[in-house]
């Protein structure tokens, strides 16, 4: 299965992967997710797809709170969580 | 002592009773598994009883004992724990269809330092499938809360918090990656650990998500709970996280002094969505602690309402990596809740997943501060569980009426490492009765400072005393 580069681009940003402003509040239809599971190789059917889709576009509102956060350019990920 | 008066003793008053030969560990492990027979049908705790072989370990430690060779508190000492510790050559199902008959040819770190000093494995305990189902659809169905069987004894270390509660042993061992020790320690009305993360070595338990994942203990007291992790701490050149720092003798702790103590208590997120009944009982608990010398602080943790999506990104990636060979092979084994979780988790963004270790971070900077302030932190341990019948615990999916907002108490120190236990601290007026808790936090290993208070706490109340009726 082919996917064309911008029906990806689209579904990557409804999903939240890429994320123009103007996208934000968009949320990821059962065609979007499908061009997602075949980007990385692991499709699913489109009845997992109904049943994923209200749980992922749940989970987008957390990601956006996330990603509106202003972190500190010096703040790195934690790499250890405590010095042995 | 007879078997109804062994049964929830205190592992400490059992322990003396054992090294003092009054009371043989025969005995002991016949009345737990006297306990399992009469209420396991219902209770659903265990999934394995091990009860041959735990009849002959008590009569070797029988013997030992008597030929003057004791090996110190928990020799003889029932315990179990949840089953997603390897047992070599006895069934560790993970609570799931996929692992359903999986028997390891090896020993976890944990289970094989027990049995190193003496304690007895009676079974393996339910739990919610991989630490994440829904707990009605996994391999055995839902373990259930000795205080009220229609409802939930949370999870996902279910078995282990409704084990101790219903008097079947002394001591369990679950795992707490979001408040899966903390949660069923609650709801139990039993003491929950979480140690600091590094403490406990995790080498033979399944995972869910490696770095939030943390052994946690279960039992009726602190003091109990203090001598469980002095045996099964310490370093593990088969856990690359377990740290090298020396385990202390917990039992110095066990002081009744609180006097100056700082509690910090936070002044804003965690108390959201607390319901009345809890919110007057941790107000109830921090009164006597103030009147034993403890003096309370307010702190804040600026970004503790992020926590939970941030945690939730960490534990969905992770598990997801995790499983992702048996979910492509064995999907429809899956608890559905389980699978969904699963397939949901491989839509983070590898950006999303470093977002999240960012803000890690940023709390364990916050923490540090805090305990600049305080001592200790006091936080709720979440409101009374959920009903079973109908209701699937912990579902993702939305539901209709939407589930009601619950407090996020738990994750900040998996997110963080610090230790934190739970503790009984009242009851619900009902019906149903059903217990309330306490939760402290410290700073990372200074689990001292949480048995003292614990033990304090516990030496001034009787609610961990208390009895379920399970007529």
Redesign the interface.
């Known amino acids: 299965m082919t996917v064309a580069r911008r029906r990806l681009l689209q579904s990557l940003t409804a999903?939240?992967?890429a994320r123009p402003a103007a996208a934000q509040s968009s949320e990821p239809g059962i065609g979007d997710?499908r061009a997602?599971g075949t980007l990385?190789g692991?499709p699913?059917n489109d009845g997992?797809l109904r049943?994923?889709q209200?749980?992922?576009a749940?989970?987008l509102v957390?990601?956006r709170?996330?990603?509106e956060?202003e972190?500190d350019d010096s703040?790195?990920?934690?790499t250890g969580?405590?010095v042995? | 002592m007879a078997r109804p008066d062994i049964v929830f003793q205190p592992v400490t008053r059992l322990a003396n009773l054992i090294r003092t030969r009054k009371l043989s560990p025969v005995e002991v492990v016949r009345a737990c598994l006297d306990q399992i027979d009469a209420h396991n049908p219902r209770v659903n705790a265990f999934l394995t009883v091990t009860a041959e072989q735990a009849l002959q370990q008590a009569r070797t430690a029988e013997k030992e004992i008597m030929g003057g060779r004791y090996r110190g508190v928990l020799h003889g000492i029932p315990y179990a724990p949840k089953d997603m510790l390897a047992t070599r050559g006895i069934r560790t199902t993970n609570g799931s269809k996929v692992t359903g008959d999986w028997i390891p040819d090896f020993e976890s770190t944990v289970t094989a330092r027990l049995s190193q000093a003496g304690a007895i494995l009676i079974g393996k305990l339910n739990l919610l499938e991989f630490a994440m189902g829904s707990g009605q659809t996994g391999l055995a169905g839902p373990a259930r809360n000795p205080w009220d069987l229609a409802y939930s004894p949370s999870g996902s270390s279910s078995g282990s918090g409704a084990a101790i509660a219903a008097g079947m042993v002394p001591l369990t061992i679950g795992t707490d990656s979001g408040g899966s020790v903390r949660g069923p320690a609650k709801s139990c009305g039993v003491v929950g650990l979480k140690p600091?993360?590094?403490r406990v070595s995790r080498f033979g338990v399944t995972s869910l998500s490696w770095?939030l994942d943390h052994v946690g203990l279960l039992a009726r007291t602190v003091a109990d709970t203090a001598s469980l992790l002095r045996v099964i701490a310490g370093a593990d050149p088969r856990d690359n996280?377990a740290?090298?720092?020396p385990v202390p003798d917990y039992a110095r702790s066990l002081t009744n002094h609180v006097k100056g103590l700082r509690i910090g208590v936070p002044t804003r997120h965690f108390f959201n969505h607390v319901d009345g009944e809890t919110d007057a009982a941790l107000r109830r608990a921090l009164t006597l602690l103030k009147d034993m010398g403890a003096v309370t602080v307010p702190v804040e943790v600026r970004?503790a309402g992020?926590t939970?999506?941030?945690s939730?990104?960490i534990l969905?990636s992770e598990a997801a990596a995790f499983h992702e060979q048996r979910l492509?092979r064995n999907a429809a084994l899956f608890d559905p809740l389980v699978r969904?979780r699963l397939?949901?988790g491989?839509?983070?963004?590898a950006t999303?997943y470093?977002?999240?270790?960012?803000?890690?971070?940023?709390l364990?900077e916050e923490m540090h501060r805090v305990f600049g302030e305080c001592d200790v932190m006091m936080l709720p341990a979440g409101n009374p569980p959920p009903r079973l019948e109908g209701e699937i615990v912990n579902s993702?999916?939305?539901t209709q009426p939407p589930a009601p907002p619950r407090p996020d108490v738990f994750n900040l120190a998996n997110m963080t490492?610090i230790p934190a236990i739970v503790l009984p601290c009242g009851f619900t007026a009902g019906p149903p009765v059903l217990p309330l808790g306490i939760q402290f936090c410290a700073r990372?290993?200074d689990e001292v400072t949480l048995f003292r208070i614990g033990h304090a706490y516990q030496s001034a109340t009787d609610w961990h005393t208390r009895t379920p009726a399970m007529g």
């Not at chain 2, 491989?346 to 963004?349: A, P, R, V």
């Not at chain 2, 470093?354 to 940023?362: E, W, Y």
């Open positions: 999903a939240g992967v997710l997602i990385r692991a699913l997992r049943i994923l209200p749980v992922i749940r989970r957390q990601l709170a996330l990603r956060l972190i703040v790195a990920p934690v969580i405590l042995r | 600091t993360f590094g770095t996280a740290a090298a720092r970004h992020i939970s999506a941030a939730g990104i969905g492509s969904e397939e949901a491989t839509f983070y963004s999303d470093i977002r999240a270790l960012r803000i890690r971070t940023m364990m993702d999916a939305p490492g990372p290993f």
